[in-house]
């Protein structure tokens, strides 16, 4: 079993930054797309940014200019960078990971998963 593990949440004031990242507790061979998404209570979970495995971004009207995307291949890990964060940004955000394939162990072969979440992690933007 693979999972993902956000991390980097937590309370902010209006204007300040957070950067979330995501670790696979397993190595990755490979992945189609990778993402965040994030829900806000009463509301339904929306796309934040995603990047797909030749590094092409996609940001959701919520991130633009102001969030950025990145990944660590070496390190299994998936970044937010949030600047200039509002109250209207607080929510639990959410690790994705579309198409992935994790190393087997021991000798096995490689396995594939449709599609990961993580557990999430929370952003609070408060004064």
């Known amino acids: 079993q693979v999972q993902l593990v956000e991390s980097g949440g937590g309370l902010v004031q209006p204007g300040g930054s957070l950067r979330l990242s995501c670790a696979a507790s397993r190595s990755i061979y490979s992945f189609k797309t990778m993402g965040w998404f994030r829900q806000a209570p009463g509301k339904q979970r929306e796309l934040v940014a995603s990047?797909?495995?030749?590094?092409?971004?996609n940001y959701g009207d919520v991130a633009k200019g102001r969030f950025t995307i990145s990944n660590d291949n070496a390190k299994n890990t998936l970044y937010l960078q949030m600047n200039n964060l509002q109250p209207e940004d607080t929510a639990v955000y959410y690790c994705?990971?579309?198409?992935?394939?994790?190393?087997?162990?021991?000798?096995?072969?490689?396995?594939?998963?449709?599609?990961?979440w993580g557990q999430g992690t929370l952003v609070t933007v408060a004064s």
């Open positions: 994705n990971a579309n198409g992935v394939v994790i190393v087997g162990r021991g000798g096995l072969q490689n396995t594939h998963y449709p599609e990961i």
């Open positions: 990047i797909s495995s030749g590094g092409t971004t």
